[in-house]
């Protein structure tokens, strides 16, 4: 069964950072690309960022790039989100999500499994 | 980006009911449109890919259709169960996908 399980969530003031992590199991973790997914409190889904499975291709929405850096460790089948010069609309639960392929986003693709997301809160 | 537009933005129904949303594209996308549901306080559940194709384990009762830039999601007999909300998302303009502002289905 595949499992994914995030964490390192919690409140930050304006300005700071934090990591988050996401844990999988269940499938071969290196044979997939993940995706970060956000959704702010009442609000819509917006993809955030993604990486192949080989950590080959790595891609950004304009709204975090040059702030928040992905990668991940595949002997460890951990995902992470740096998430640096944090601001109060980065307040959102964050989700990571396996690709249906090793390709990030790829024509036809689509995120086959999320986890249960972690909260992220920027205020002061 | 692709904008994708889903109505109505909200939607009461009844058990029993049949429903349909809808999603529209701001180009076209071909078939590369995918369907979620998110019950309150939980991740999305992927319901349909590639506009038309269900997913592994999900009822039935739902179904997909559509190409280029109008596509449905359509549940036959509502069950108590689907009362959540349904968001499509684009694989279109790889690798930036995008969501529609999703479709509240309460009773």
């Known amino acids: 069964e595949v499992q994914l399980l995030e964490s390192g969530g919690g409140l930050v003031q304006p300005g700071g950072s934090l990591r988050l992590s996401c844990g999988a199991s269940g499938f071969s973790f290196s044979s997939y690309a993940m995706s970060w997914v956000r959704q702010a409190p009442g609000k819509g889904l917006e993809w955030v960022s993604g990486i192949s499975g080989s950590a080959g291709n790595i891609y950004y929405a304009d709204s975090v790039k040059g702030r928040f850096t992905v990668s991940r460790e595949n002997s460890k089948n951990t995902l992470y989100l740096q998430m640096n010069s944090l601001r109060v609309e980065d307040t959102a639960e964050y989700y990571c999500?396996?690709?249906?392929?090793?390709?990030?986003?790829?024509?036809?693709?689509?995120?086959?499994?999320w986890g249960q997301g972690t909260l992220v809160t920027v205020s002061s | 980006d692709i904008q994708m537009t889903q109505s109505p933005s909200s939607l009461s129904a009844s058990v029993g009911d049949r429903v349909t949303i809808t999603c529209r594209a701001s180009q076209s996308i071909s078939n590369y449109l995918n369907w979620y549901q998110q019950k309150s306080g939980k991740a999305p559940k992927l319901l349909v890919y590639?506009?038309?194709n269900l997913q592994s384990g999900v009822p039935s009762r739902f179904s997909g259709s559509g190409y280029g830039t109008d596509f449905t999601l359509t549940i036959s007999s509502l069950q108590p169960e689907d009362f959540a909300t349904y968001y499509c998302?684009?694989?279109?303009?790889?690798?930036?996908?995008?969501f529609g502002q999703g479709t509240r289905l309460e009773i």
């Open positions: 998302q684009q694989s279109y303009g790889s690798p930036r996908v995008t």
């Open positions: 590639t506009a038309s």
């Open positions: 999500a396996k690709d249906r392929g090793p390709l990030v986003n790829s024509k036809g693709g689509y995120f086959q499994q």
